[in-house]
């Protein structure tokens, strides 16, 4: 389904806004799960035929390929994103209020370069509504078959200064629902939220969510949740490296490489050249090498044994191997799933079991950082 995606469908994409193109592919992938037969065929066409185990986080992912934050903001089609085998889901960006995000047009994509120019701006329900929504789904279909991670921004409406209260309000609002939180100081469409990437910002916000972690894990009598910080790409190698180990003193369980970049590659085409002079943050094929090469970086200074989770223009096995070799342990995908569709997942599966088998790892958690260590 790989190839009549591209040459059918994304074509038809072109003549699309890019955000109404987004919402119906939601929609349809929501409504496929609701028919009869729709779920079974999702999963007859897009369910990859292998499982690459990896136990991180308290659980066992039955692979380490997930959805990015952003795609499902308000957490509409779960049921379909298990069907098409990703091996974890994350929402949001949740913010603790309702926001509809800036002005459209604010989603654009750049075809020949196989990228996208966002700056949505947080639009999202709020943790209320996205809390009553997981409620019903919860108590009509259990909980997902894999890890339901979430997403946390800051509500566009609460100072800087107090940022930390509005993340920790969410964090107690999805608790029960989530398996893993997911700071995000990184978006580059809300007004200085990249500043709470330094140290009294970003420690203030760990330490307020964990607070609120551990009192719900308490009076719950189970563990905490995990806590990753995502981070932007815009920062030197040092910043990174600062941040990461800031993150890592302050009982942050991992981080997330990275968000979309306010950098723009060069090009000769003039549509995309028009997409690039847009506003905001860009994701897909231009960011790829960027990632990999945070995730290299990070991963020399925090050791072997803090995860890393990879995401930036992953939309073949070859880019997912790359960056499990360069020190991650699970990965995401936004934009290749626009460029590719939903046969992504089965695609980055069955290639990267195929990467494993050939260079004889005995399971992903060997190859992580394989570029650093002789085998
Ligand atoms: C339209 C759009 C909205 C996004 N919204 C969020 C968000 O709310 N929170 C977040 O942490 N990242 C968000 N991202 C960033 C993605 O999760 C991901 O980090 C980035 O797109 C790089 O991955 P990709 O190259 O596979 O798209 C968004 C990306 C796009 C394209």
Redesign the pocket.
Known sequence: MGVPYRWLIRPLLRFQDSEKAHHRSLRLLRLATALPFGGGTLKLLYHPRHEIPVELFGHTYKNPFGL???MD?NGIALRGWERIGLGFIEI??VTQHEQEGNPKPR?FRANQSLA?V?R?G?NNEGSDKIRQRLEVHFKRYGRPSVPLWV?V?KSKITPLDIAHEDYAATVHALWQFTDVF?I?V??PNTPNLRDLQNDDGLVRILDTCQKVNHQLADEHGIQPKPFLV?VAPDLTNEQLVHIALTAKNNHADGIVL???TLARPKTNHKQDANVFSETG?L??QP?KER?TEMIRQVRQHVGKEWPIVG????SSPHDAFEKIKAGATLL?????FVFEGPALSKSVVHGLKHSLDKNHYSSLQSAVGADEQPK
């Open positions: 990015a934050a952003g903001k949001g960006g989603m996208l966002n949505m947080f997403n921004g997911v995000n990184s978006s995502k990275s968000n979309t943050g994701s897909g960011l990632s995401v930036g223009g992953i995401q995908a936004y934009s290749g």
